[in-house]
């Protein structure tokens, strides 16, 4: 979870402040502090605030006619500043410096679009045509050629890193509504450039991006109102000049019919991001506001309005926000927890399921970067997928199952789902090719999460298979709510007849299920003390158990054994109320009747047992069974009191539901009853000798 603190203000923004406000800030970088920030304007002035005193250090203008072109940086190893003005005149200068024009100057040959200090790799000079040089080798010779390498490509966003002691740096350039991406790593001069997959219609607005593992996580935020990740791996094949570099979606700004327009975001976490924007609703004005999201559950975790307005620009540092808002410079701390599956998710799998720890550990290997990581070390490596269309069926297969071979390599987890993400995304490049079986075979060996191969079940509803679909509902701990509701309507369009068909695993349902015999036939039943009898012996049993449980002779189960297999996975899988309700609401009548009658079916099958516990392998639980029903009632309450159809069913549960309620009422009465006794029986002699009847009303 995620969530905003206090906030204050750090300073005015304006003429009589001496930071300015036209536009907004050229720029907020780091100070030589961990609570020390460089605030440079869109004019002349740069500024050095503690941030916890609110109060600034140190105060630098340029001269009459000279703009500060680049944001002032700090040299974390010599304690200096380090500014250009007008495009290409490099300035250096200590705190005891007062007079701008009296400091270190360099005249450069080339426009210097952007200055990045990294804390043990110095500063690093970007310049606009696309070269990169370091402090220390452009001061050797300030008036040195620098190479034009982007051509008529414009820069729009750049970030430096450091990545085992070397210097790496990446920008983005754009060109006719493309958007290209250039990585640079200075001590080996080896410069990868990409171009970024693109919607129709859609413009790249904000960029930001961080490293581990070898992998730049390079993160976009459209105009679509959409969050998009790409992943580049630092230790790449150089062969081709230009690589388009594939993009996923991230996270849609969108809660509750609102939609956030972002301006700039930052990133928090691995799982969080904070998106400065405005939150438009239909029929209401659009409201500026902060806000975190979690990335991982797609859900917006908080958010605050600023109805002063602001510039559209955001910084993050040491767990504060800087953004302006009216005429100020306001800071906001915030606090973000590590994403719990088991909270966001809610209600959680049943304890007859696989233990949600011997899936996916969360923490190291939900990433994809790790993936692609393992790839770049591996000798058996998955080819991109453009390349491996062409190849044969069973020389693509082999090749995975190479791969799937090595079980005691590391991030083992992580490369079955990139196994079972190009299998997919070889079936949507070529929809004739779909791997039943050898999907089916590594879902029901490998332990596998929805997020591992989120584009999996997807496929499978496409391919209507129902078979692989029921042990993904099975397995995987984390499945969305939308995809869970797309198999429960699914499963309850098929009829039994088209589903008698196909192949299902049926061991949830064959220890209960009534079915049809003959009437030769003998149908058995395990009793509770272990022997098992005829039922035609037992008629007179029956009977008084269906009066008890206001059922009828004719009470059957109202769908098939293949259908109720599969919707006993739906009822296994976990979710979130809040989640799972507004899906459930778009469930047609027929078919939200249709599922009634089989939850309540189940709730009278439980309740025929003392224990309350259906037999079989896996089958669905009273409580599991009672929250769907509530959950059904509560998205269709409405339409259910209107249907012809429903409203004996809602008078059976209704009849159903208050003699269960009577019979455990007198049941908590002969309980306390028994405590009474037992407590006179404690008060009594225990060597007097008597008889006693305890009579009970």
Known sequence: ?????????????????????????????????????????????????????????????????????????????????????????????????????????????????????????????????????????????????????????????????????????????????DSFVYVQKLK?????????????????????????????????????DSVYKFLIPLQQNTEEEEQILPRSLLLNLSVSGSVLKGTSFVVLDKDHIAVLGSLATAGEESKECLTIWNTKFQTLQTSKELPLGTSGQIWCYEKKFFFTHGKVLTVVMYKCETSSLAAAVGKLKDSQAPDVSSFVDW?????????????????????????????????FENELRQVMSKGQMPDFQATIGCVVTALINRCKANPKYYPRNFLLQIVENRDLSYSLCPDLMVVALEKKDLHLLQICLQRFPDIPEEITYACLKAFLSFSDAYLQRIDLNLESVICYLDIEFNNKEVKTEIIENGFSTELEQDIWETKITKKLHGTSDNESCPVGPQKAALLNAVLHSAYSETFLLPHLKNLPAQQAVLF???????????????????????????????????????????????????????????????????????????????RELQRLNHQKDPHTYSVEVLELI
Not at 372 to 390: G, T
Not at 608 to 629: A, F, H, R, S, Y
Not at 636 to 654: G, Q
Request: with cysteine; proline share 4%; hydrophobic share 40%.
């Open 188 to 224: 080996m001069n080896n410069l990868q450039k990409y171009k970024l997959e693109q919607q129709e219609l859609s413009k790249a607005l904000s960029f930001t991006a961080y490293i581990k593992n070898q992998i730049i996580t390079l993160l976009c935020l459209s105009s679509n």
């Open 1 to 177: 979870m995620a969530a905003l603190c206090e906030s204050f203000t750090l300073c005015g923004l304006g003429p009589s402040s001496g930071v300015g406000l036209d536009g907004g800030l050229l720029a907020l970088e780091p100070g030589p502090d961990r609570d020390h920030v460089l605030l440079t304007d869109r004019g002349r002035t740069a500024t050095l605030f503690k941030v916890s005193d609110q109060k600034p250090l140190g105060c630098w203008s340029a001269k009459h006619g000279q703009i500060i072109t680049c944001p002032v940086v700090c040299n974390f190893e010599t304690h200096e500043y380090i500014a250009v003005h007008d495009d290409k005149v490099l300035r250096i200068w200590k705190n005891t410096d007062v007079n701008l024009d009296k400091v270190f100057k360099a005249t450069l040959s080339a426009d210097v679009y952007r200055i990045h200090s990294l804390p043990k790799g110095g500063p690093v000079v970007l310049f606009k045509g696309g070269g990169v040089r370091t402090l220390d080798v452009l001061l050797e010779a300030p008036q040195q050629e620098i190479e034009n390498i982007i051509s008529d490509e414009v820069i729009k966003w750049s970030e430096a890193f450091m990545e085992r002691q070397q210097p790496v740096l990446i920008f983005a350039t754009e060109k006719d509504g």
């Open 596 to 674: 009634l009658r089989y939850l309540y079916y189940l709730y009278v099958k439980c309740s025929e047992k003392i224990n309350t516990t259906l037999p079989g392998t896996c089958p669905p639980t009273v409580n599991q069974i009672m929250d769907w029903l509530c959950l059904l009632l509560d998205a269709h309450f409405s339409v259910m009191v209107m249907l012809p159809e429903a409203k004996e069913l809602l008078s059976k549960l209704h009849k159903f539901v208050r003699a269960q309620v009577r019979f455990y009422s007198e049941l908590n009465k002969i309980e306390g009853s028994l």
């Open 363 to 395: 923490n190291t290997l939900g990433d994809e970067e790790l993936v692609i990581s393992f790839q770049s070390r591996q000798s058996v490596a998955l080819k991109p997928e453009s390349r491996m269309i062409d190849a044969s069926t069973t020389v």
